[in-house]
């Protein structure tokens, strides 16, 4: 079983990027407008999730923006009152020190308090947008997840989602607070400024500027960065495709077998040299600059210390100024950095915001209709053609078929003919592109999506394997009724499954894969197919659909499952896919399908003397067979 998702192979990456990655360039320019709505939606989510948190924390970093400056007029007044002991050994010192141990206590229980609401914050926040992922991916369109943009969105907003919101809720308030601190700082260094020289005050301005520098080339690199993650993000897919296949549970046997690791352990190295190499040349750009305008900030501020030293007449005064002007250079510095980290993740915000607004088609109207349940369905379709989203062709062409209430029809021709997808149009998983479907002769778009989902028991080629209980993994086949063990035990026995369920010594109580349990049971395909089966018996639907349902199991075992499938479908609608064309000669009909399109039906005997492509179909394996 390959790697979860969309197929990731070389043709999977010649697919071009989705628009909203091509126009990177213009959509970077879009920076504090941008960056600010993505903070609001952020800060929006953490309201929606705990309100009580947001309010806390946003005092918790009032108090952290004075905390520095009240740090440094402490220190100060402790310090000049050590110097009077000096000189005065009556002089009083204790309220000083009791004052400066105060603050450190308090200090001490609102960092910790602090922390502690980061991290409740930073989890609440995080599983709610994770609940809020779910939620949504339970409502797209089926179809949207064969987009490849699609996907992406959605793969990158679920590995994002897991951090990224909480570091930039986190920097954002640490940039408030730091912001506060550097206003505080310049309300105390202006009480200086008019009692040093005049080229003091050029100092000081100078070094401002080159620490406005700094921000710009630090934002520029940090634009850059960006940039260059989004343009080689088909590199960074490859690089985690490759780690795939080899940790990969279901690929290892092959990997392993056709000496296939060192390949792909030399294509990940290729793929990462050329990604790092861009990546390093930015890096050493980025630290080449740093370096040089922190040299130049560096003069300017040892001139501003020594102007200060030889023109205050206290010690605290020195100890206050040097303090403030060390804290603004530091704040400045934070500031750049945290508006760059808040900026650049921001950007990885766009995937979750796309993923959200993602449009659904397969809509019902306001007032739906409810099918009517418990007998045979006709379904009809009427000039229907189907086209994947993103391709030049349809996969289903002017199809006009009608299935008629009670009927079994089974659905042949090779791969590629469009058999699956016409089940998942018939379904509504999917919406014809052109054309109408019409269930006992009304619109199919014009039911309840929920109770039309219901008429349905279906197995497809790519069945669920839920890591659950033998018991839950037929049970799921309808989570609507009341869970009857008598009931799960007689759709195991229909399908074949009871015989290796019983003889485990927790029976269906017994969990499935090991995943999460260590006693787990491994099943092989044919004993998950007979599980899939399970499920539609214990369904107990309308209409019967079944895609490939006996693909992995042996021909007595295929035999048997037919046997009871005739049982199970007596008064109901039934279609079936099959390669195993054997299994198409009890149907009522055959519907033969050649690149979408129907090119010949009837019953069995009927076709097999018309000698078309049915009898072509089925002497060339019957044939096979003989051989």
């Not at 309220?95 to 502690?116: K, M, R």
């Not at 189907?386 to 006009?400: C, E, L, N, S, T």
Request: proline share 4%.
């Amino acid at each position: 079983m390959p790697p979860m998702g969309p197929p990731r192979g070389n043709d999977r990456f010649k697919v071009p990027p989705p628009r909203h990655l091509r126009e990177v360039p213009g959509y970077l320019k879009k920076t504090v407008g941008g960056t600010v709505s993505r903070l609001l939606y952020i800060f929006r989510l953490l309201w929606e999730c705990q309100p009580w948190l947001l309010l806390l924390r946003a005092l918790m970093t009032v108090y952290e923006g004075f905390a520095p400056l009240l740090r440094t007029l402490i220190t100060a007044h402790l310090l000049q009152r050590v110097v009077e002991r000096i000189t005065d050994p009556a002089a009083d010192i204790l309220p000083a020190l009791l004052l400066q141990f105060g603050y450190l206590i308090l200090h001490t229980v609102v960092t910790n308090l602090s922390g502690i609401v980061t991290r409740v914050s930073g989890e609440a926040v995080q599983n709610h947008i994770q609940v809020k992922i779910l939620h949504k991916a339970k409502e797209v369109d089926v179809a949207s997840f064969d987009k490849p943009d699609f996907y992406e969105r959605l793969e990158n907003a679920n590995r994002e989602a897991g951090h990224r919101p909480v570091s930039i809720m986190n920097e954002t308030f640490g940039l408030v607070s730091r912001v506060i601190s550097m206003v505080s700082f310049l309300v105390v260094l202006a009480a200086i400024l008019p009692r040093l020289p005049a080229s003091g005050s050029w100092f000081f301005a100078a070094f401002l500027l080159f620490n406005l520098i700094s921000a710009g080339v630090a934002f520029h690199f940090t634009q850059k960065h960006a940039n260059y993650m989004w343009r080689r993000s088909k590199d960074r897919r490859q690089m985690h495709y490759y780690r795939e296949l080899m940790v990969n549970k279901d690929m290892v046997k092959e990997v392993r077998l056709f000496d296939l690791s060192d390949l792909f352990i030399g294509r990940y190295n290729q793929v990462f040299a050329g990604y790092f190499k861009g990546l390093k040349r930015l890096n050493w750009a980025r630290g080449l600059w740093s370096t040089l305008l922190t040299a130049v900030t560096t003069v300017f501020n040892g001139a501003l210390f020594y102007l200060i030293a030889v023109n205050v007449g206290q010690i605290a005064d020195y100890s206050l100024y040097t303090g403030a002007l060390n804290s603004l250079a530091d704040g400045l510095t934070a500031l750049v950095f945290s508006f760059a980290s808040i900026y650049e993740g921001s950007l990885f915000i766009d995937n979750l915001l796309l993923f959200m607004k993602e449009k659904r088609t397969v809509t019902v109207p306001e007032k739906p209709a409810s099918p009517v349940t418990g007998c045979g369905h006709t379904i009809e379709l009427k000039g229907v053609s189907f086209r994947y989203p993103g391709a030049h062709k349809d996969v289903i062409r002017q199809m006009d078929l009608t299935i008629h209430a009670g009927e079994t029809v089974a659905l042949v021709g090779l791969n590629g003919a469009g058999k699956t997808t016409l089940i998942k149009l018939i379904t509504r998983l999917y919406d014809p592109t052109e054309g109408v479907i019409l269930l006992d002769g009304r619109d199919i778009k014009e039911y309840d999506l929920t109770a039309l989902y219901r008429l349905y028991g279906i197995i497809f080629q790519d069945f669920g394997r839920y890591a659950q209980s033998a018991g839950d993994n037929i049970a799921f086949g309808n989570i609507h009724r009341p869970r009857e063990e008598a009931a799960i035990r007689q759709a195991a026995a229909h399908a074949g499954a009871d015989t290796f369920i019983e003889g485990w010594e927790t029976g269906y109580d017994t969990p499935l894969t090991r995943l999460f349990e260590q006693d787990g049971k491994e099943l092989s395909v044919g004993q998950w197919q007979k599980l899939s089966v399970a499920r539609a018996f214990y369904g107990d639907a309308d209409i019967l659909i079944l895609d490939e349902p006996t693909a992995s199991l042996d021909a007595i075992a295929e035999q048997e499952i037919y046997r009871q499938f005739d049982r199970l479908r007596q008064g109901k609608t039934s279609i079936f896919v099959s390669h195993r064309l054997s299994s198409a000669t009890t149907a009522d009909r055959v519907v033969v399908l050649q690149e979408g399109q129907v090119v010949e039906q009837g019953t069995h005997r009927e076709l097999m003397a018309r000698q078309g492509p049915y009898h072509h179909l089925f002497s060339t394996q019957a044939e096979r067979y003989r051989d």
